[in-house]
Structure formats: structure tokens, C-alpha cells
């Protein structure tokens, strides 16, 4: 019956298919194409269809050979023999199949292509044909198993380039997941390789800490001693070669003070080889500082000896700034420095004597009021000519020989600096004796302040500053003199007592700038020209005593008048009187601030007396008590008039006496 099953099956392709029992589902099982048909190579009944897709998979070799790789034998012998006996007959491989169906049937019975019990029963149709007869005939192509439909082949090749790039991708991706794992296994080699490094380079470093440690430990406990007992190249270079600067200086001190090293180590007999071995080159480089600097400093003060030179801007900038020289100088080598210390001193005394002899030659061509013996406060006026001295100052008659005026302005403009020379020569305009006095001796004051100052600052401390006051009395000495000089020549012969008192003030004031600036060396200077001053000032003043006492003499021995004489006189002021209040107004005022250990009070007082004495005698020529007392009443009041704004302890004494003089003569 199962030949029949077999006989009736529909070939493939007709498009119809009958469904299978439910007992046995449809085998899958390959079938071939040849013309030797196989058991499993039937002819369906008309309307069955055993899973075409599955046929048309199955017929052609690539899918035979999927299947064949992809299913596992699993014991069947129905299994076997389909794929071995291709060259087999029928009938045999019938038998076979029969023979292992009854020992198969447990272990196949799930199998779908393995012939189950139920299929036994199953009747072929083989159209009157024995099974042989199938067997042998030829199937035409149409009708073949695993053939497919043109449709079915176009989808093929269309679902065949999907697999081809589907392939290719899968082949892609296989590449760069092999080139992504080649790159992984070498960055994991090359990570392990690093990190052998790291712990390398960690093993270095812990090493080197530790050397640098013991380095520093070393270093710190041996650097002392080695910069005791070496000197740098760079040191060396620069002593030897190097402009001298800021930076010389620098290595200068450097080189001193490991020579004071080595003179401590040398004194405390610590002695070893590498002390010996410095000791001569730090000798050789103290001789070559020494003479580079005796170089440098004879080079600077041959340079003030050049003409049209301000020795001020060399002491500030070539001098002062390098003062350590001196002292490294000095300190290695005391006589050299001595030497170097003497060629300044007469350079500069040499300067200075130079350029204030060429300054009083210029304050010797300006015009000066000159007030002779004529100009007393009892000289009566004669007419005075214009003289010409030897020194040839033109010298002019004085407007007002008594007031002050504007004379007072000198001592006003302490800011004011002194006369320049080349505007002195220049200068044409009258001046009085306080002018020239002021410029020369300002002049003197403040340039002995600089040099003092520069002595001070560059020779200390290595020479003390009682040999620095000895040194700068030896640089001024000519040009102390010559100041001198020039005091003499203004006053020595003059009768102006307010130019003399001007003067005076003058030096005053100077003498109170130099202690503001503590310059002491000064103060032989100015109490040498105090000494000049003050007893040329008594002078003059016993000079107008004397001819006011002539003046009165002489109107004592007129007492007998006519009538016609005593009719004339007047009770107004006398000239005298008015000579003496303003002379006496400029001396009040020029002592608003004076000492009473002064001699211009005294000398006031004097003259005061006289002038009194001469107006007393003068209101007894008027014979009439009452005109008498009148004309002295005019004379005290005009002197009150003239002194009564002034301040001062000296004024207002001199104030309160007019003033009683005043009452007691006053109607």
C-alpha cells in the first residue's frame, strides 16, 4: 500500500498540492533529479503540495549540502541510506529501509523523515505501472523536483547579491574586528610596557629623592666651608676685566669679605691644603682691585682739573656712587689711599681757590654806592663827585645815605641763589656793599656745605671725621682768605653803617643755615667775619657821635644872636633829626630779632644822647621857652612818627622813650 502512496504523489511544479496526514507530516528529505528514482522521488496527487518552499530549498546542491552539513545523524538507517546509495536499485534500498523500519521506529517515531507505522497503509497510484516500470521511467523537466518557476529563480539571484553583500559585510566586519583586536593586543602589550616603565621610572625617582636628600644634607653641612675656600671664575673675570659698576662693587665686596674668612681662619690656625691654595689667589686679586682702583680714582679726579668743569656732578656720580672703594682702598692698603686721599684735597683746593677767584673778579666789576667820611649825621651836605677806584668799580653818590628802603629785600630772599658770574660782569645797576657781600660769601656757604658733605659721606668711616674737618680746612683755606679779602676791601674804608649792619644779618643767617645743616667747619669763617664787622660797625657809629658833638659844639659857641638871627630860626624839625630817625629806623628794624647781648643798643644809646643834646642846645637859641619847647616837642615827635611802627624789643624801648620825651615837652 505504501508503493501506491508513493506512486500516486504529484510531481513538482504542477501548483497544486494534498495535504499529507496528520499522522506522518511531509518529509524534507532530499530527493534527486536523475532519471534513477529514488523511494522518495513520487508523484503527488493532483492538489498536495509537500511544502514546495521546502522542495524547491532542498533541490539544488547548495541546498542539499546545507543540509546535509547542518543535520547531524542521529541513527537512523533511512537517513543514512539516502544519502550513500545514489547508485543502489530501488527495490533494494526499499528492502533496507523496510528491514530497519521495525528497529528504527522507537527512536524515529518524532522524526518527519523517517516512514512512521501509519504509512504502511498507504496505497500508491503508479497508473497501471509495476514499481519497476516507475522506477525506470524519465520524469520530464517540468515535472523534476527541485525545479523552480522563472519568478522563483529571479528572486533567487535577487536574495543572492543580498546574501553576497550581506556576506561581504559579515567579512568586513570580521576584518575590522580582527584589526580592532590586533590594536587591542598591541595597546595592551604597549600599556603593560608603559606601566613596567612607570614603575621604572618610580623606582628612579624614589632612588633620586633619596640622593637628592643626601645631597642637600651634604651640601648644606660642606657649603659653607667650600665657598670659604673658593672663589668663582665669573668672580675672578670681573675683578680683573670688568667695567667698574654697580656690579664690580658687588664682586668687590665678595672678594673682601672671603679675604676676611681667610684672615680669621689664618689667625685661628685652622690651616688646610685648600686654605693654602687660596690664600695666594686671594692676595693676587686684592692687588689687582687695588690697582684698579687707584686707576679709577686718579682718572676722576684728573677730570676736575679740566676747564669749564662742575666738580659737584663728578663727586655725585663718579665719587659717591663707588664711596666702597675708598674704604676697600683704605682698608688694604692705607698708604696708597692716604696718597689718592692728598691728590683730591689739592685738586680741589686748587678748584676751588680757581673758581672763586675768577667769582670776585666778577663782583669787583659791579657798580657800588660808596659812603665816605662825608656821610655822618653832622656833616653838613657839600657837593660830592663821582670817583673811580683802582679795582675799577665805579662808585656813585648815594640818594639817601640814612634809609633803608629796599635794602632790606637782601635779607628777604633766602631762596634767591647767588649772582651768576657772566650776569655779575653784565650787571650795570648801582648796588650797595651788602650785594657783592652776599653773592661771594653765599656762594662759599653753599659749595663748603657740598664738599663737607662729600668729604663726610666718601672718606668715613675709614678716616675719621676729625681728619675730615682737617681735610676740608685744608681744601678752604685759600679760598676762606679770599673771602676775607673781599670782606675787607667792601667795609674797610665805608661809612655805611646800615650796609655794615646788613651785613652783619647776613652772616647771621648764615651762621644759622650752616648749624641747621650741621656743617661746624664753618664757624671759624663766619666768627672771622663777625670780627670784621662789628668793630667796623662801632667805628662809624663813634664816627657820627663825633660829628653830631661837633655839630653841637659849634651852636654852642653861636649862643649870642641878634634879634634879626633869632627871628628867623623855626621851630620845625631839624635836618639832623631827620637824618637820625631814619637811621635809626633802619637799625630798629634790623633788630627786631637781636640779642640784648648786642652792641647796637649801646651804640644807639650813644648817639641818642648826642642828638639829644645837640637839639637841646639848638631850643636854647630861640631865647623863648615856649618856641624852645616847641622845636623839641616837632624833633621828638617826628622821631616817634618815623620809629612808631616798628616791632621789637630794641624798638619799643627806644619807642617808649621819644614818647616820654614827647609828653614832657608837649603844651
Same mark, same amino acid.
Request: net charge neutral; aromatic share 8%; hydrophobic share 35%.
Given at each position: 500500500?505504501?508503493?501506491?502512496?508513493?506512486?500516486?504523489?504529484?510531481?513538482?511544479?504542477?501548483?497544486?498540492?494534498?495535504?499529507?496526514?496528520?499522522?506522518?507530516?511531509?518529509?524534507?528529505?532530499?530527493?534527486?533529479?536523475?532519471?534513477?528514482?529514488?523511494?522518495?522521488?513520487?508523484?503527488?496527487?493532483?492538489?498536495?503540495?509537500?511544502?514546495?518552499?521546502?522542495?524547491?530549498?532542498?533541490?539544488?546542491?547548495?541546498?542539499?549540502?546545507?543540509?546535509?552539513?547542518?543535520?547531524?545523524?542521529?541513527?537512523?538507517?533511512?537517513?543514512?541510506?539516502?544519502?550513500?546509495?545514489?547508485?543502489?536499485?530501488?527495490?533494494?534500498?526499499?528492502?533496507?529501509?523496510?528491514?530497519?523500519?521495525?528497529?528504527?521506529?522507537?527512536?524515529?517515531?518524532?522524526?518527519?523523515?523517517?516512514?512512521?507505522?501509519?504509512?504502511?497503509?498507504?496505497?500508491?497510484?503508479?497508473?497501471?505501472?509495476?514499481?519497476?516500470?516507475?522506477?525506470?521511467?524519465?520524469?520530464?523537466?517540468?515535472?523534476?523536483?527541485?525545479?523552480?518557476?522563472?519568478?522563483a529563480?529571479?528572486?533567487?539571484?535577487?536574495?543572492?547579491?543580498?546574501?553576497?553583500?550581506?556576506?561581504?559585510?559579515i567579512?568586513?566586519?570580521?576584518?575590522?574586528?580582527?584589526?580592532?583586536?590586533?590594536?587591542?593586543?598591541?595597546?595592551?602589550?604597549?600599556?603593560?610596557?608603559?606601566?613596567?616603565?612607570?614603575? /621604572?621610572?618610580?623606582?628612579?625617582? !624614589?632612588?633620586?629623592?633619596?640622593? #637628592?636628600?643626601?645631597?642637600?644634607?651634604? %651640601? =648644606? @653641612? &660642606?657649603?659653607?666651608?667650600?665657598?670659604?675656600?673658593?672663589?668663582?671664575?665669573?668672580?675672578?673675570?670681573?675683578?680683573?676685566?670688568?667695567?667698574i659698576?654697580?656690579?664690580?662693587?658687588?664682586?668687590?665686596?665678595?672678594?673682601?669679605?672671603?679675604?676676611?674668612?681667610?684672615?680669621?681662619?689664618?689667625?685661628?690656625?685652622q690651616?688646610?691644603?685648600?686654605s693654602?691654595?687660596?690664600?695666594?689667589?686671594?692676595?693676587?686679586?686684592?692687588?689687582?682691585?687695588?690697582?684698579?682702583?687707584?686707576?679709577?680714582?686718579v682718572?676722576?679726579?684728573?677730570?676736575?682739573?679740566?676747564?669749564?668743569?662742575?666738580?659737584?656732578?663728578?663727586?655725585?656720580?663718579?665719587?659717591?656712587?663707588?664711596?666702597?672703594?675708598?674704604?676697600?682702598?683704605?682698608?688694604?692698603?692705607?698708604?696708597?689711599?692716604?696718597?689718592? /686721599?692728598?691728590?683730591?684735597?689739592? !685738586?680741589?683746593?686748587?678748584?676751588? #681757590?680757581?673758581?672763586?677767584?675768577?667769582? %670776585? =673778579? @666778577? &663782583?669787583?666789576?659791579?657798580?657800588?654806592?660808596?659812603?665816605?667820611?662825608?656821610?655822618?649825621?653832622?656833616?653838613?651836605?657839600?657837593?660830592?663827585?663821582?670817583?673811580?677806584?683802582?679795582?675799577?668799580?665805579?662808585?656813585?653818590?648815594?640818594r639817601?645815605?640814612?634809609?633803608?628802603?629796599?635794602r632790606?629785600?637782601?635779607?628777604?630772599?633766602?631762596?634767591?641763589?647767588?649772582?651768576?658770574?657772566?650776569?655779575?660782569?653784565?650787571?650795570?645797576?648801582?648796588?650797595?656793599?651788602?650785594?657783592?657781600?652776599?653773592?661771594?660769601?653765599?656762594?662759599?656757604?653753599?659749595?663748603?656745605?657740598?664738599?663737607?658733605?662729600?668729604?663726610?659721606?666718601?672718606?668715613t668711616?675709614?678716616?675719621?671725621?676729625?681728619?675730615?674737618?682737617k681735610?676740608?680746612?685744608?681744601?678752604?683755606?685759600?679760598?676762606?682768605?679770599?673771602?676775607?679779602?673781599?670782606?675787607?676791601?667792601?667795609?674797610?674804608?665805608?661809612?655805611?653803617?646800615?650796609?655794615?649792619?646788613?651785613?652783619?644779618?647776613?652772616?647771621?643767617?648764615?651762621?644759622?643755615?650752616?648749624?641747621?645743616?650741621?656743617?661746624?667747619?664753618?664757624?671759624?669763617?663766619?666768627?672771622?667775619?663777625?670780627?670784621?664787622?662789628?668793630?667796623?660797625?662801632?667805628v662809624?657809629?663813634?664816627?657820627?657821635?663825633?660829628s653830631?658833638?661837633?655839630?653841637?659844639?659849634?651852636?654852642?659857641?653861636?649862643?649870642?644872636?641878634?634879634?634879626?638871627?633869632?627871628?628867623?630860626?623855626?621851630?620845625?624839625?631839624?635836618?639832623?633829626?631827620?637824618r637820625?630817625?631814619?637811621?635809626?629806623?633802619?637799625?630798629?628794624?634790623?633788630?627786631?630779632?637781636?640779642?640784648?647781648?648786642?652792641?647796637?643798643?649801646?651804640?644807639?644809646?650813644r648817639?641818642?644822647?648826642?642828638?639829644?643834646?645837640?637839639?637841646?642846645?639848638?631850643?636854647?637859641s630861640?631865647?623863648?621857652?615856649?618856641?624852645?619847647?616847641?622845636?623839641?616837642?616837632?624833633?621828638?615827635?617826628?622821631?616817634?612818627?618815623?620809629?612808631?611802627?616798628?616791632?621789637g624789643?630794641?624798638?619799643?624801648?627806644?619807642?617808649?622813650?621819644?614818647?616820654?620825651?614827647?609828653?614832657?615837652?608837649?603844651?
Amino acid at each position: 500500500m505504501w508503493l501506491d502512496r508513493l506512486a500516486g504523489a504529484q510531481p513538482p511544479g504542477t501548483g497544486t498540492s494534498t495535504p499529507q496526514p496528520a499522522s506522518r507530516p511531509y518529509s524534507p528529505l532530499p530527493r534527486r533529479t536523475s532519471s534513477n528514482l529514488s523511494p522518495y522521488v513520487t508523484s503527488q496527487r493532483a492538489g498536495h503540495s509537500p511544502r514546495a518552499s521546502s522542495v524547491s530549498l532542498v533541490s539544488t546542491d547548495s541546498s542539499v549540502s546545507l543540509l546535509a552539513s547542518s543535520r547531524k545523524p542521529n541513527g537512523s538507517a533511512l537517513k543514512q541510506s539516502s544519502l550513500a546509495d545514489d547508485g543502489e536499485d530501488p527495490l533494494k534500498t526499499l528492502e533496507k529501509l523496510l528491514s530497519s523500519l521495525s528497529s528504527d521506529q522507537d527512536d524515529d517515531q518524532d522524526d518527519p523523515t523517517v516512514i512512521a507505522e501509519s504509512d504502511m497503509d498507504f496505497e500508491p497510484d503508479f497508473g497501471g505501472l509495476s514499481l519497476k516500470e516507475f522506477a525506470a521511467l524519465e520524469l520530464p523537466e517540468s515535472t523534476t523536483l527541485g525545479t523552480r518557476p522563472p519568478q522563483a529563480v529571479d528572486q533567487y539571484e535577487k536574495d543572492k547579491s543580498k546574501f553576497e553583500d550581506l556576506h561581504r559585510s559579515i567579512t568586513a566586519c570580521d576584518d575590522v574586528l580582527n584589526s580592532v583586536e590586533t590594536n587591542l593586543t598591541s595597546f595592551r602589550n604597549d600599556l603593560a610596557a608603559v606601566s613596567a616603565d612607570i614603575e /621604572s621610572l618610580q623606582t628612579r625617582s !624614589t632612588a633620586l629623592n633619596r640622593r #637628592l636628600e643626601n645631597r642637600k644634607a651634604v %651640601e =648644606k @653641612a &660642606l657649603g659653607p666651608l667650600v665657598e670659604e675656600l673658593s672663589v668663582p671664575p665669573d668672580t675672578i673675570t670681573k675683578i680683573t676685566e670688568g667695567h667698574i659698576d654697580e656690579q664690580w662693587l658687588k664682586v668687590l665686596a665678595e672678594v673682601d669679605k672671603r679675604n676676611a674668612l681667610y684672615q680669621k681662619k689664618l689667625s685661628s690656625s685652622q690651616q688646610n691644603k685648600a686654605s693654602e691654595d687660596l690664600g695666594p689667589l686671594l692676595e693676587k686679586l686684592t692687588l689687582k682691585a687695588i690697582e684698579r682702583i687707584r686707576d679709577f680714582l686718579v682718572t676722576q679726579i684728573k677730570s676736575m682739573r679740566s676747564p669749564h668743569i662742575n666738580a659737584q656732578i663728578i663727586q655725585q656720580q663718579n665719587f659717591l656712587r663707588f664711596k666702597d672703594l675708598f674704604a676697600f682702598l683704605h682698608k688694604h692698603h692705607a698708604t696708597l689711599a692716604g696718597e689718592i /686721599s692728598q691728590a683730591y684735597m689739592n !685738586t680741589m683746593r686748587w678748584y676751588y #681757590l680757581n673758581q672763586f677767584g675768577r667769582y %670776585e =673778579k @666778577a &663782583l669787583a666789576k659791579l657798580k657800588l654806592h660808596v659812603l665816605d667820611k662825608n656821610d655822618v649825621l653832622g656833616h653838613e651836605e657839600v657837593q660830592r663827585k663821582a670817583t673811580v677806584l683802582s679795582s675799577s668799580r665805579v662808585v656813585t653818590t648815594p640818594r639817601d645815605a640814612f634809609g633803608l628802603g629796599r635794602r632790606m629785600d637782601v635779607l628777604k630772599s633766602k631762596n634767591q641763589p647767588a649772582l651768576p658770574s657772566y650776569l655779575a660782569e653784565e650787571d650795570q645797576t648801582a648796588h650797595y656793599l651788602e650785594v657783592p657781600f652776599r653773592n661771594f660769601n653765599l656762594a662759599l656757604i653753599d659749595n663748603a656745605s657740598a664738599e663737607y658733605n662729600f668729604l663726610a659721606n666718601f672718606f668715613t668711616p675709614a678716616i675719621s671725621l676729625a681728619a675730615v674737618s682737617k681735610n676740608f680746612s685744608y681744601i678752604f683755606e685759600p679760598t676762606f682768605e679770599l673771602g676775607q679779602t673781599l670782606s675787607k676791601s667792601l667795609v674797610g674804608d665805608t661809612f655805611d653803617a646800615l650796609g655794615l649792619l646788613l651785613c652783619i644779618r647776613l652772616n647771621q643767617h648764615f651762621a644759622f643755615e650752616l648749624q641747621r645743616r650741621r656743617i661746624p667747619t664753618l664757624d671759624g669763617y663766619v666768627n672771622a667775619t663777625n670780627m670784621l664787622l662789628w668793630p667796623r660797625l662801632q667805628v662809624i657809629m663813634d664816627r657820627h657821635c663825633e660829628s653830631v658833638r661837633q655839630l653841637t659844639n659849634a651852636v654852642s659857641a653861636k649862643a649870642a644872636r641878634s634879634a634879626a638871627d633869632q627871628a628867623k630860626l623855626s621851630a620845625a624839625p631839624h635836618v639832623i633829626t631827620q637824618r637820625f630817625g631814619q637811621l635809626l629806623q633802619g637799625f630798629l628794624t634790623l633788630s627786631t630779632e637781636a640779642g640784648d647781648d648786642e652792641p647796637v643798643a649801646l651804640s644807639l644809646t650813644r648817639l641818642r644822647s648826642e642828638v639829644e643834646m645837640f637839639l637841646t642846645r639848638n631850643s636854647q637859641s630861640f631865647g623863648d621857652k615856649r618856641k624852645s619847647q616847641r622845636f623839641l616837642y616837632n624833633n621828638f615827635s617826628l622821631i616817634l612818627t618815623i620809629i612808631g611802627d616798628i616791632d621789637g624789643k630794641l624798638a619799643a624801648e627806644q619807642q617808649k622813650h621819644f614818647e616820654q620825651l614827647k609828653a614832657s615837652y608837649q603844651e
